[in-house]
């Protein structure tokens, strides 16, 4: 496969993805031409027969040229029986396209130099100006290498004057038709300057836009600006695919340019599809042209596939020979390779003892360094709660020495509302709470992170903190105890004063709101 610049080559995929929906397209322009042949059926008067029969001759012109010849005769019957002169003059140009689409070039100038239009309304005329031009170039392309051509170009331009005379001053089809007469005048960079302002209007015509982009592709390949050539022929050969028009050069004409960049295999298949529409559209010039291309792509291809096989041949040969050599190498060194073998077998066998011994010793050190984990943290734990302890005690038998005085001293001195007082249940709650708080520092000294943790178990409006700051809520207090190892519900519930109702209930709620499931979440409380 050829390289080609990246714009090309994404605009080469686009078209290979379009050219896949090519039935759907042609199928979308039957149904339209289905309907508007059904509609003939019970349309009454001549006069919307007539405009009946000029849409379905647009429908078929550059779609299929049998039918769109028959609805070009009807619409010139059609105007003898109105007796209406503009639609005389329209409907022989119908049929002038017909035969010029067609490659019968004497048959339309003939029908051409009938039609009398110097009394036609404006869009007669310009509509007969443009068959004119269109046949006058059409002919030039026909006979390039004829000593006529100049004097089609020159017609050519001179039915174009005449049509820019009918146009407004600020129509985009200005652009469109002093492009194409400066092409045809060789005038490459000039007309481009037009193309691109035609191409500037988004509402354009789809079938028109092809028709430009085929003519960009022709000045950039005479310019010798081969990529930008493909691109444009790209884009023209989209266009007309989507349009389902069968009466066109560019597919062809993109598909000779890559067999001379060597990418054969696209190069056959667009031509190919050329051909296809081109006897679909029974184009007599349009096969004459893709006649003389297909034949020479196919003969390379031929010539290129035969190589191929000459060098498949040629492979093969030598691959035997190696083969009949390897095989008598094999033979004499499978002897070798027998004796080999047994030394090889005892050598995986002992290899295979080892293998599981040291399987065996890794699982005895990762069970140690498990172990070790284990004991270090119960060593901290111990250290931590030990020292703690101490201090707890310490201070405990202060505070219950106090206590013993102070209902000494009121005992003796008969104060036993004051001793009363002094002795009520907030002060053995706040004991309580002064046990909680020392926990909650001591637990979070050897587990600094264990808030952070537990609460990434849980989604963010399901996590909790305490009110005062380095303090666990309650769920956190009881599953604190757990990390430590405690895990019965009665000895919790001994050391925090609840129910072992009140426990359950918490650790239940708890594991029901966490991101991890039930049976998990204690073994997760454990990694932290």
Same mark, same amino acid.
């Given at each position: 496969?050829?390289?080609?610049?990246?714009?090309?080559?994404?605009?080469?995929?686009?078209?290979?993805?379009?050219?896949?929906?090519?039935?759907?397209?042609?199928?979308?322009?039957?149904?339209? +031409?289905?309907?508007?042949?059904?509609?003939?059926?019970?349309?009454?008067?001549?006069?919307?027969?007539?405009?009946?029969?000029?849409?379905?001759?647009?429908?078929?012109?550059?779609?299929?040229?049998?039918?769109?010849?028959?609805?070009?005769?009807? #619409?010139?019957? $059609?105007?003898?029986?109105?007796?209406?002169?503009?639609?005389?003059?329209?409907?022989?140009?119908?049929?002038?396209?017909?035969?010029?689409?067609?490659?019968?070039?004497?048959?339309?100038?003939?029908?051409?130099?009938?039609?009398?239009?110097?009394?036609?309304?404006?869009?007669?005329? /310009?509509?007969?100006?443009? +068959?004119?031009?269109?046949?006058?170039?059409?002919?030039?392309?026909?006979?390039?290498?004829?000593?006529?051509?100049?004097?089609?170009?020159?017609?050519?331009?001179?039915?174009?004057?005449?049509?820019?005379?009918?146009?407004?001053?600020?129509?985009?089809?200005? *652009?469109?038709? +002093?492009?194409?007469?400066?092409?045809?005048?060789?005038?490459?960079?000039?007309?481009?300057?037009?193309?691109?302002?035609?191409?500037?209007?988004?509402?354009?015509?789809?079938?028109?836009?092809?028709? &430009?982009?085929? #003519?960009?592709?022709?000045?950039?390949?005479?310019?010798?600006?081969?990529?930008?050539?493909?691109?444009?022929?790209?884009?023209?050969?989209?266009?007309?695919?989507?349009?389902?028009?069968?009466?066109?050069?560019?597919?062809?004409?993109?598909?000779?340019? =890559?067999?001379?960049?060597?990418? &054969?295999?696209?190069?056959?298949?667009?031509?190919?599809?050329?051909?296809?529409?081109?006897?679909?559209?029974?184009?007599?010039?349009? =096969?004459?042209?893709?006649?003389?291309?297909?034949?020479?792509?196919?003969?390379?291809?031929?010539?290129?596939?035969?190589?191929?096989?000459?060098?498949?041949?040629?492979?093969? #040969?030598? %691959?035997?020979?190696?083969?009949?050599? $390897?095989?008598?190498?094999?033979?004499?060194?499978?002897?070798?390779?027998?004796?080999?073998?047994?030394?090889?077998?005892?050598?995986?066998?002992?290899?295979?003892?080892?293998?599981?011994? *040291?399987?065996?010793?890794?699982?005895?050190?990762?069970?140690?360094?498990?172990?070790?984990?284990?004991?270090?943290?119960?060593?901290? /734990?111990?250290?931590?709660?030990?020292?703690?302890?101490?201090?707890?005690?310490?201070?405990? /038998?202060?505070?219950?020495?106090?206590?013993?005085?102070?209902?000494?001293?009121?005992?003796?001195?008969?104060?036993?509302?004051?001793?009363?007082?002094?002795?009520?249940?907030?002060?053995?709650?706040?004991?309580?709470?002064?046990?909680?708080?020392?926990?909650?520092?001591? %637990? $979070?000294? /050897?587990?600094?992170?264990?808030?952070?943790?537990?609460?990434? =178990?849980?989604?963010?409006?399901?996590?909790?903190?305490?009110?005062?700051?380095?303090?666990?809520?309650?769920?956190?207090?009881?599953?604190?105890?757990?990390? $430590?190892?405690?895990?019965?519900?009665?000895?919790?519930?001994?050391?925090?004063?609840?129910?072992?109702?009140? +426990?359950?209930?918490?650790?239940?709620?708890?594991?029901?709101?966490?991101?991890?499931?039930?049976?998990?979440?204690?073994?997760?409380?454990?990694?932290?």
């Amino acid at each position: 496969m050829p390289a080609y610049a990246q714009d090309t080559e994404q605009i080469l995929g686009n078209l290979d993805k379009n050219l896949e929906q090519k039935e759907h397209f042609t199928e979308v322009k039957l149904q339209r +031409i289905g309907t508007l042949t059904e509609k003939m059926g019970y349309t009454v008067g001549t006069d919307a027969m007539y405009e009946l029969s000029s849409e379905l001759f647009k429908e078929y012109s550059s779609f299929q040229y049998d039918s769109a010849y028959v609805y070009a005769d009807r #619409c010139i019957a $059609l105007a003898k029986k109105l007796n209406d002169y503009n639609r005389m003059v329209e409907a022989h140009c119908h049929k002038v396209f017909c035969l010029l689409s067609s490659g019968l070039m004497k048959e339309a100038f003939d029908e051409f130099e009938s039609i009398d239009a110097s009394k036609a309304d404006r869009e007669q005329k /310009i509509y007969y100006f443009s +068959i004119g031009s269109r046949l006058n170039y059409d002919a030039c392309d026909y006979n390039h290498a004829s000593a006529f051509y100049h004097d089609y170009v020159r017609k050519g331009g001179e039915y174009t004057d005449s049509l820019l005379q009918c146009l407004a001053t600020g129509d985009n089809m200005r *652009n469109y038709y +002093i492009g194409m007469k400066l092409m045809k005048e060789f005038k490459g960079d000039e007309s481009l300057k037009y193309f691109s302002k035609f191409l500037q209007d988004k509402d354009i015509d789809t079938h028109k836009k092809a028709v &430009v982009t085929s #003519c960009l592709g022709w000045i950039y390949l005479s310019n010798d600006k081969e990529e930008k050539a493909i691109e444009q022929l790209a884009e023209a050969a989209i266009c007309d695919n989507e349009t389902a028009t069968k009466e066109t050069t560019a597919l062809c004409v993109l598909g000779s340019l =890559l067999y001379k960049r060597g990418d &054969v295999e696209r190069a056959v298949r667009y031509v190919q599809l050329a051909l296809d529409d081109a006897n679909f559209y029974n184009a007599r010039l349009r =096969l004459i042209q893709v006649g003389e291309i297909l034949p020479i792509i196919q003969q390379d291809r031929y010539a290129m596939m035969k190589h191929q096989r000459n060098i498949t041949v040629t492979a093969g #040969c030598i %691959f035997g020979l190696f083969a009949l050599l $390897l095989l008598w190498g094999v033979l004499s060194y499978r002897k070798q390779n027998t004796q080999l073998k047994t030394t090889k077998m005892l050598l995986e066998h002992s290899n295979n003892q080892l293998s599981d011994s *040291n399987h065996q010793l890794e699982e005895v050190n990762r069970q140690m360094a498990t172990t070790n984990r284990q004991l270090q943290e119960a060593n901290k /734990i111990k250290n931590e709660y030990i020292g703690r302890s101490f201090y707890t005690n310490s201070e405990y /038998i202060k505070r219950v020495e106090k206590l013993y005085k102070t209902v000494d001293r009121k005992i003796a001195t008969r104060q036993f509302e004051d001793l009363r007082q002094s002795i009520k249940e907030s002060t053995i709650k706040a004991e309580r709470m002064n046990l909680y708080s020392d926990f909650d520092e001591t %637990f $979070l000294n /050897i587990f600094p992170d264990f808030i952070e943790k537990f609460n990434k =178990l849980f989604a963010p409006e399901d996590q909790k903190t305490a009110d005062t700051p380095n303090t666990l809520t309650p769920e956190m207090r009881i599953f604190a105890l757990i990390r $430590l190892g405690i895990s019965d519900s009665e000895r919790i519930s001994n050391f925090l004063n609840y129910s072992i109702h009140t +426990i359950n209930t918490y650790k239940t709620r708890t594991k029901n709101k966490a991101l991890v499931a039930n049976d998990d979440f204690e073994s997760k409380i454990m990694e932290i």
